[in-house]
């Protein structure tokens, strides 16, 4: 048996989206993320619990406000205390870490696959994922959109409305589109 599509995106190879698998993994979230979206506060709580068992990793103490959106939820690790506000989406068909402490603004929206630049593939559905990693302790202003394969390290500070196209040096505060460091705090 051959290499599957989901081995493929899982490699940060070029795959195609369009596959049975990966459409029933984005079902699956999709499901998760409606439970999540419309269950009454006080029985979510945190984190609803079907989209608890999506992620591959959610730390105590996270709390993700709805609504909310993922793509596949199984590539999202979020460690302690991670803080998503209302609005935030992770289309996370590559791999997602959010360290602990972290915080994302309103509408924070995380963006993994890059889709191919020649137009017949790009109908054909493929797709390349690449990996997001954010540090810890890292604030994300309301309504920035965070490229995939950008790492944002440590104690890094995005300005509301940013786009990060590449890394962020841990502590710098960046803002702007495409995003750019600016000076102390």
Known sequence: ????????????????????????LRWRAREAVHEHNTMPPAQRGNLGPALAALFARAAENVFIEAPFHCS?????????????????TILDSGSVRIGEGSMLGP????YCAEHHRD????????????PVTIGRDV?????????????????????????VTRDVAAGATVVGNPARPVGGS
């Not at 199984?74 to 803080?83: A, D, F």
């Not at 137009?119 to 690449?130: L, S, T």
């Not at 604030?139 to 786009?163: E, F, K, N, P, R």
Request: glycine letters at 18%; hydrophobic letters at 45%.
């Open 119 to 130: 137009p017949e593939k790009r109908r054909a559905g493929m797709e390349i994922a690449r």
């Open 72 to 88: 596949y939820g199984m590539n999202i690790s979020l460690g302690r205390r991670v803080y998503l506000n209302a609005g935030c």
């Open 1 to 24: 048996m051959g290499i599957t599509e989901r081995q493929r995106m899982a490699a940060a190879e070029w795959y195609c989206c369009f596959d049975p698998e990966l459409d029933a």
């Open 107 to 110: 509408g924070v929206h995380i």
């Open 139 to 163: 604030w994300i202003g309301g309504g920035a959109i965070i490229l995939g394969g950008a790492t944002i390290g440590d104690g890094a500070i995005v300005g509301a409305g940013s786009v």
